[in-house]
């Protein structure tokens, strides 16, 4: 769709306020519903570390369930005055690989990345400069990854890391803080007990399951033995005082101290009787009906949030025993309706799962639960609640991510290609492309590995269609080139047209952007009778509005307008807001060119107010810059320059190659035209370079054109004539670059015989472009150093 298509951006970061009113510092740390209780001493201790500006890394170390998460948000609240920018926490513990800890920091942060830049080095870029707190939650399993850890406090001055695990990291950098129970009132202690923050717990978590529960007599010594039979462990008191509805505490207590076996997990130099959290567990397991016992272990298939028809369908869990294990602190319920396990729990009822018979029924229900609501959205991605659908399916992602690899891991690959449109849809539009490209190369290694049949042979054909859409989104054109093809060759024998839609549309838009209009037009026409033929109104739209681009860039803009306008007509009956503002980006450029300069403007105002909600800088940065091309046409070079700018603020650091090329080549044009030609010729050159260097050819002609016209405007029209040759003799030349190079050429002409005349076209008729593209660059650098050294 239009000149460029490229990967979504993050939302540009709010500037501070000039108020002098400032806004209070960002955080998005959870609430919490319940009162913090005791650890006085250590707040006050990690307040000093906090405002220490030699520590920044602090690493809270101890067992599961020992409250370090807790811990770290009561201390990051207290301090959030203390950091400009805010705190943010960031939850890891449903992450499944290191490689996705970069990501969630992003999602934490609350901006989108892509493009070809490794969101590594986006994220270290978006955090210069910053002044955060970065609470990172449950990191042991993720070890691998405290590289990044190093690298943003080696690339960042006002950042600081609070960090809970179970295991220290082994940085340099690292300052550690162990964390250890609550306080726990000495053996035979019958008195004041509940001034011991571990006792103050069991009573009010108590009093939340029993409201009439009073700490009395015989209870106030077994809830002294609970509390040191656990070692003050807030997750044990917890556990063990949901049950006082059922049991007395000297029950509790006989029943902890009967099967009690401690801490035999991460802390590898502790006492054997710190060495286990199991006796917590077993307890509550043990008190657990047969029914309560066989949800919960199906229950911990999930990773992350799940909603109640989830756990219905996958787990056979009903609302009423959801209740029952949520009062016993097995199961949480979120604020917003959801539910999970805590990771400790979930890991314990898991071994329970693997060695029930009814394990692999269970994964089985629970991939298809997940794949099936892929696939039922597939409509819904396209529809006017598309953000709310995103939104869903963002929060089952790591569910999905597990009922995918569960999927690929026992070759369920019909399920596979039922989801893999809605997959690649969602990944498109909620930014989220390289996890798209690695989650469906899973699937196309293992269908490569698969005898070949007809089944094998069209999730395959579909799976590459679907990848080398997000690579083309990316700007790789030509990793998406190569899964494009090669999904048409395996897809074409099959003569369905429901699958050969996406593949031969999106390599006809590619076609188009790299200057081979005729393939292109032939693709988009056949991409058209497929979705006609399937019935797909999406993607009957996106044929109908390409082909109407094509035929702007051949020239014939009235004829083009009126297809564009025909397929975003469609796109706003489906109400795809995506879809939508990029169609009104690119229909403002033919707007232009027809001299419809206030509808352009319109047009370009509308997508800007649909793309804020959306964060999308990628298409942000296109709206801005057709908007500086529409304010220009106007004559209102001045006016234009501030939406140039905004446009490549809005691409810096996380776009690169042809839609920042673009964008400087329009940027080139407004500086020329406002005088500044020696900043132009460096422009220009840079946008040619950049060009050149992802092989968008149409754009690298009319960076040369620019240059012609600044070659004619300083005195040198043989050099003028010479690249304005080059460019009227390609192949990939656009109808619109094609009259502003023939433009420069009559004015060379004009300055020169026939003699030079003939002597110029012969010379340039025998020169590739490359060699031109070569020489101007030499040229360019030469002429820099002689500027730098006249000043």
Not at 594 to 617: I, N, V, Y
């Amino acid at each position: 769709m239009g000149r460029l298509h490229r990967s979504l951006a993050p939302t540009a970061p709010t500037p501070p306020s000039t108020s002098q009113y400032a806004a209070p510092p960002r955080s998005n740390l959870p609430v919490m519903l319940t009162h913090f209780v005791g650890r006085n001493t250590e707040l006050t201790s990690l307040g000093r570390l906090l405002q220490d500006p030699l520590c920044r890394l602090l690493t809270l170390v101890g067992p599961g369930g020992i409250g370090k998460t807790r811990l770290a948000i009561e201390a990051a609240s207290r301090h959030q005055a203390d950091f400009v920018d805010g705190v943010c926490f960031v939850p890891l513990a449903s992450l499944s690989s290191p490689e996705f800890v970069a990501p969630a920091i992003i999602d934490a942060l609350d901006f989108s990345f892509q493009g070809q830049v490794d969101p590594r080095i986006q994220l270290l870029n978006y955090l210069a400069g910053k002044q955060t707190l970065l609470v990172l939650d449950n990191i042991e399993h993720l070890l691998d990854s405290v590289g990044l850890l190093a690298d943003i406090l080696q690339h960042t001055r006002g950042i600081k890391l609070l960090v809970t695990s179970r295991e220290r990291l082994n940085l340099q950098s690292e300052w550690v803080f162990v964390v250890q129970g609550l306080s726990v009132p000495p053996d035979n202690l019958t008195e004041r007990v509940e001034e011991f923050t571990s006792v103050e717990l069991f009573v009010q978590t108590a009093r939340r399951v029993k409201a009439d529960f009073v700490l009395q007599g015989d209870e106030t010594m077994a809830v002294s033995r609970i509390c040191r039979l656990v070692e003050g462990m807030p997750l044990g008191i917890e556990l063990a005082a949901t049950w006082v509805s059922v049991l007395t505490c000297r029950q509790i207590e006989r029943q902890i101290e009967y099967s009690l076996d401690f801490l035999t997990t991460s802390m590898r130099d502790m006492p054997n009787r710190q060495r286990s959290l199991r006796a917590v567990f077993d307890h509550s397991w043990n008190l657990l009906t047969p029914e309560e016992r066989a949800v919960l272990s199906r229950l911990a298939v999930f990773r992350g949030d799940f909603d109640q028809d989830a756990s219905e369908q996958v787990a056979g869990a009903g609302l009423p025993i959801l209740l029952a294990l949520s009062s016993k602190s097995l199961l949480r319920r979120k604020e917003n309706g959801l539910f999970d396990l805590h990771e400790v729990v979930r890991q314990y009822a898991l071994a329970f799962l693997v060695h029930d018979p009814s394990s692999e029924a269970t994964h089985l229900r629970h991939c298809e639960f997940y794949l099936g609501l892929l696939r039922d959205q597939e409509a819904a991605l396209h529809g006017t609640n598309q953000l709310e659908v995103i939104r869903q399916l963002k929060d089952a992602l790591d569910n999905v991510r597990t009922a995918w690899r569960w999927a690929v891991s026992h070759d369920k690959f019909a399920l596979i290609g039922s989801a893999l449109r809605s997959l690649g849809w969602l990944c498109n539009v909620g930014v989220l492309y390289q996890e798209g490209i690695e989650q469906i190369e899973l699937v196309v290694q293992a269908l490569r590995a698969q005898p070949e049949s007809s089944e094998r042979q069209i999730v395959l054909g579909k799976a590459l269609a679907q990848q080398g859409i997000l690579f083309f989104r990316q700007g790789r054109f030509n990793r998406a080139l190569m899964a494009l093809e090669e999904s048409l060759v395996i897809l074409r024998p099959m003569h369905d047209p429901a699958v050969l839609t996406d593949p031969l549309i999106v390599t006809g838009i590619i076609m188009h952007l790299i200057g081979n209009i005729n393939r292109a037009q032939a693709l988009l026409e056949e991409g058209l009778i497929s979705a006609q033929s399937a019935g797909n109104l999406f993607y009957t739209a996106y044929a109908l509005y390409n082909l109407g681009y094509v035929a702007g860039l051949l020239g014939r803009y009235a004829e083009g307008y009126e297809q564009m306008a025909a397929g975003l007509a469609m796109w706003r009956q489906h109400g795809d807001l995506n879809s939508i503002a990029l169609g009104l980006n690119y229909i403002s450029e033919t707007a232009v060119h027809l001299g419809r300069l206030e509808e352009a403007q319109d047009f370009l105002h509308e997508s800007l107010a649909l793309l804020t909600p959306l964060g999308d800088r990628w298409a942000m940065g296109i709206a801005y810059r057709f908007l500086a091309l529409a304010t220009l046409a106007q004559g209102k070079a001045e006016e234009a320059q501030p939406f140039i700018h905004k446009s490549l603020d809005l691409f810096n650091g996380v776009i690169t190659g042809a839609d920042v090329a673009y964008s400087l080549i329009v940027l080139g044009e407004i500086t020329r035209t406002l005088g500044s030609r020696v900043e132009a010729r460096r422009v220009l050159c840079q946008a040619l370079q950049m060009a050149m260097e992802v092989q968008v050819l149409p754009l690298a002609l009319d960076a040369l054109t620019g240059l012609a016209r600044l070659y004619l405007e300083t005195d040198a029209p043989e050099n003028a004539l010479s690249l304005s040759v080059t460019v009227l003799n390609h192949p990939a030349c656009a109808y619109e670059t094609k009259r502003s190079a023939y433009r420069v050429r009559v004015e060379a002409e004009a300055q020169l015989t026939a003699h030079q005349i003939r002597a110029v076209c012969d010379g340039a008729a025998n020169q590739p472009l490359e060699v031109i593209v070569a020489h101007i660059a030499r040229t360019h650098d030469l002429l820099k150093s002689a500027d730098e050294e006249s000043e």
